[in-house]
């Protein structure tokens, strides 16, 4: 079974740039997670996405971050305008379910820096 | 919100126990996780507990919960080099959707030959 697959792996770009990240998640799973990690700290939660609803953007800074989920499936990520700040390892993991428990796979991170 | 803490680092000699701690500060989860970052890599779920049970085992791993106290441990039997990582403690968000997991900032751990 193919894990969780993310691109680029590597961004590097001028602030003030846009940039998008894609993920495609494990088949079958409906559900679908960006998170930020930034250098020294755990994942945090930017968006939460059932099928192609976004049910929880409320960490998502929404006057430069974007994402869609088209038909349930892959999903992008995208900033734009770009800042200093967003320099971080971007994460999508997806989960199925199962009796209340929530197994979140992660990809191997797009590390974005800002420059 | 909900505040998840770990300690940052944590030096084991091969052969040896480890012990990984982390608390949390509510207490309406179902489920505690543990998971594992190796460098420039994602994170991979080790294992996770449910919260009406007090200690799980999964071949070396220990996971031990004191819910009164709000205390998770991971226990590493015969820790190898190969368990050199960042070991992160989740639990879901106070409020939020199972789902939803607040991660502490990880433990460091560091296994010498």
């Known amino acids: 079974e193919a894990g969780v697959v993310q691109s680029p792996r590597y961004k590097i770009i001028e602030k003030k740039q846009p940039v998008a990240f894609w993920c495609n998640p494990i088949?079958?799973?409906?559900?679908l997670y960006w998170y930020r990690q930034n250098l020294g700290q755990g994942p945090e939660l930017l968006i939460r996405y059932e099928n192609e609803e976004a049910v929880d953007d409320s960490q998502l800074p929404k006057d430069r971050f974007s994402a869609e989920r088209l038909k349930g499936v892959d999903s992008t990520l995208k900033i734009q305008p770009a800042e200093l700040g967003d320099s971080a390892v971007y994460l999508c993991?997806?989960?199925?379910?199962?009796?209340?428990?929530?197994?979140?796979?992660f990809g191997p991170g797009t590390r974005l820096t800002v420059t | 919100g909900e505040d998840v803490e770990q300690s940052l680092f944590l030096s084991v000699r091969e052969g040896d126990s480890s012990v990984i701690n982390c608390t949390y500060t509510d207490s309406s989860s179902t489920y505690l996780y543990w998971y594992k970052q190796e460098p420039g890599a994602g994170l991979q779920l080790l294992t996770y507990?449910?919260?009406?049970?007090d200690m799980k085992q999964d071949q070396r791993l220990t996971v031990l919960l004191n819910k009164k106290d709000k205390h998770l441990s991971l226990r590493i039997a015969d820790t190898q080099t190969g368990d050199s990582a960042i070991y992160f403690c989740a639990v879901p968000s106070y409020g939020g959707s199972q789902g939803n997991l607040i991660f502490g900032k990880g433990t460091k751990l560091s296994v010498k030959p």
């Open positions: 088949s079958g799973h409906n559900t």
């Open positions: 993991a997806s989960s199925s379910r199962l009796a209340g428990v929530y197994e979140q796979y």
């Open positions: 507990i449910f919260s009406n049970m």
